[in-house]
């Protein structure tokens, strides 16, 4: 994949078995060897789209390259709202991208009314027919869809939003009280849905007149899938690294190694799935010399913008779980690609729109509930089905970041604090080590602090405008805090955090260290957190306060072992923000 943005810097990826290394460069400090194809798409992309640049960061254009497919490039062009309004493919031979002429397959068109509803939507296929042609309407003064042809079934929603019926395609969906979908039927076939108390889906039952299916996910603490039985068997494990990278799916004999078991998944900057490859390598050369080395490749697949998949571009033969924005496919209810399970809601690609309103809603009145990432697909993901979030939060240094302050009138405020006495450690020495290296004082088994970073993520000095990256075993939980304040007296040593944009909370923590004399000090964390992002502010809300508990508590222990003293006093107050009275 590699793609321009609108202020021309380009972001190349060069390929092995679908994927490999990205490399950013700016104009004009481009390397001219093999770049000919990205000057002829800018060229390409002014020709197809009249395109104009807003300057902003927009992705002009996209190619993927798939072994399986060959090269392929999108072209995209937005509103001044940055929401896509059109796609455009361009077809690779004789080593260039050519002009089009006539029509061409995969494009899309789009429109939207002021609150961001899709209005029409005009879809072509691999032979450049049109498969889709929808104009949308809705209940008056509301977001509901009524209708996505002039002709056809009319959807029906609860009180609250919920869809409960999709005539056009014959379901009928009931929800649990915390707005999780329980089942959804259709003729002959009903699925089922169970969920833990976090609201992580924990069985999936796929019932017919004949036969009924259950695949059970069984989750560790934070939520995370450890194993994915069918039917009672073992049949998949995920394999981890800093996120989900494959799966494991099958049991090896002892004392063998069998092939073709692990599946790794290779991703665009989305999530997408692009590529599926397995652990079987396929050799080739002639005698006994080597000439290469391929992957196999289980299952590949190109999206629309809004992910649905591409036909003519599309190989799964592997039946892969999961696809786009790295989410699993609910291939029961409409078809193999055609519904995704976002952690709080169900989302449908076809029709570029969730089931159900957003958890969020009250916080971005200017957005449709039911839009999917506020109609930005190419430039950001939907995070588990709440809020939008661009792709590059996750590039950008430091000191790129956006400050989150808690508000003091809504935040929850923690008071923590122990007191040591007959510390073998001197004062000057506790301060020196938390000056030196604030990580060994703060990392626990819930959050790991890692060492001071200046604005450019290079190795810092502990001090004010210092960053400290917190990696906390939580989905979406992990981001940078700011060192906002540190001051040393003789008798204290305080340093304060604040968070980060890509952090899910909104917070300022104070740590203080104050000598008391005579091998006594105190240790003190207090803090004002509110919730910010969508993973914790629902159904997580309880379990993110729990795991801070956890966290501080655990700090405190670590510190009254350090000194080698014993623990005297432990104070732990949380005060919860009062509600205001209507």
Known sequence: MSFWEESRVGDFIFWRFGLSKRIIVKMPAIPMEGIQNDVSLWTRAEETIGHLGMYNGNISWMETNLSKFGKQAMLYKYDQLNRITKSRSLAFGNNAYVARSG??????????????????????????????????????????LLKHKTAGGAYEYDAIG??????????????????????????????????????????KIVSTPTKSDTTAYVRDASGNVMTIYNNRTAG??????????????????????TFNLRKYELTNHLGNVLAVISDKVNLYGHGNR?????????????????????????????????????????????????????LFRIYDPRLGRFLSVDPLEKEYPWNSSYAFAENRPIDGRDLEGKEWENFMASFKRPGELKVKLPNVETAQRQAYSVSVHN?????????????????????????????????????????????IKIDIDAPFASGYVKVIALEEK????????ATMEGHIEKGMIKFMFTDKGDGKYSFNITSLSEVDMGMAKTFA??????????????????????SGGQETKRDVKVTEPQEKKE
Request: proline share 4%; charged share 30%.
């Open 162 to 203: 919920n869809l409960v019926k999709d005539n056009s395609e014959g379901l009928t969906i009931t929800w649990t009280p915390k707005g999780k979908v329980r089942s959804v039927t259709k003729p002959d076939t009903t699925v089922y849905f169970r969920y833990d108390a976090m609201g992580n889906r924990i069985a």
């Open 236 to 257: 998949e494990v995920p394999i981890y690294g800093s996120g989900r990278i494959g799966e494991y799916m099958g049991k090896e004999k002892e004392g063998y190694q």
């Open 423 to 467: 510390a073998t450690k001197t004062f000057a020495e506790v301060k020196s080590g938390f000056k030196s290296a604030p990580q060994d004082v703060l990392s626990n088994s819930k959050a790991k602090f890692n060492p001071p970073v200046d604005a450019e993520g290079k190795p810092s000095q502990f001090k004010i405008s210092s960053y």
């Open 290 to 342: 080597l000439d290469s080395a391929r992957a196999t490749v289980a299952s590949a697949s190109d999206y629309y913008p809004f992910g649905l998949p591409m036909k003519g571009r599309t190989l799964d033969s592997a039946n892969y779980r999961y696809g786009f924005n790295r989410q699993e496919k609910d291939n029961e209810i409409k078809g193999n690609g055609n519904s995704y399970d976002f």
């Open 541 to 562: 809300k309880d379990k993110s306060r729990n795991e801070q508990k956890a966290s501080w508590n655990e700090v405190m222990d670590n510190v009254v072992k350090e």
């Open 490 to 497: 003789k008798g204290s040593i305080s340093a304060t955090f």
């Open 103 to 144: 029509e061409q397959k995969y494009d899309e068109d789009y429109s939207y009314d002021a609150n961001g509803n899709i209005l029409t939507l005009n879809r072509k296929d691999d032979k450049a027919a049109v498969i889709d042609d929808f104009n949308y309407s809705y209940y008056a003064n509301t977001n509901r």
